[in-house]
C-alpha cells in the first residue's frame, strides 16, 4: 500500500511562514504529478497548488498565488509546500496527493493517492 506522509504542519502567526514537506517512498514519484489540497471543517477538500512529475509545469489555487510555492525533489520521492504571509483563513489540514495522470491539475478525482493530512494553524 503506498503512503504519503506529510510533515511540517504547526502552530504560526499571522504573517508567519511553513514549509510542508511529503514522502513517497513506496510511489513510483518521479513519474506522477503531485498536489496539496487543504481542507476546512465541514468543507469539502479544496485545491491548493500542484507540481507535474518534472517539475515543467505548476499551478495554484488564487489564494495560494504569490503566498506558496511548490517544488519537488524526485531523488527524495519528496514534494514541498513552502507557504508564505500566512492569514488565519490558511487555517485547515494540509493533505499531499499523488496524481494518477501524467499532468498536473486541480481536481480530486485525479489524485489517487493521499497522505493522512497535517494540521495548519494560524493564529496569534
Known amino acids: 500500500q503506498v503512503q504519503l506522509v506529510e510533515s511540517g504542519g504547526g502552530l504560526v502567526q499571522p504573517g508567519g511562514s511553513l514549509r510542508l514537506s511529503c514522502a513517497a517512498p513506496?510511489?513510483?514519484?518521479?513519474?506522477?504529478?503531485m498536489g496539496w489540497f487543504r481542507q476546512f471543517p465541514g468543507k469539502e477538500r479544496e485545491f491548493v497548488a500542484a507540481i507535474s512529475w518534472t517539475g515543467g509545469n505548476i499551478i495554484y489555487a488564487d489564494p495560494a498565488k504569490g503566498r506558496f510555492s511548490i517544488s519537488r525533489d524526485n531523488a527524495k520521492n519528496t514534494v514541498y509546500l513552502q507557504m508564505n504571509s500566512l492569514k488565519p483563513d490558511d487555517t485547515a489540514v494540509y493533505y499531499c496527493?499523488?496524481?494518477?495522470?501524467?499532468?498536473?491539475?486541480?481536481?480530486?478525482?485525479?489524485?489517487?493517492?493521499w497522505g493522512q493530512g497535517t494540521q495548519v494553524t494560524v493564529s496569534s
Open positions: 513506496g510511489l513510483t514519484f518521479n513519474r506522477l504529478p
Open positions: 496527493a499523488g496524481g494518477r495522470f501524467l499532468a498536473a491539475t486541480s481536481r480530486v478525482s485525479d489524485y489517487g493517492y
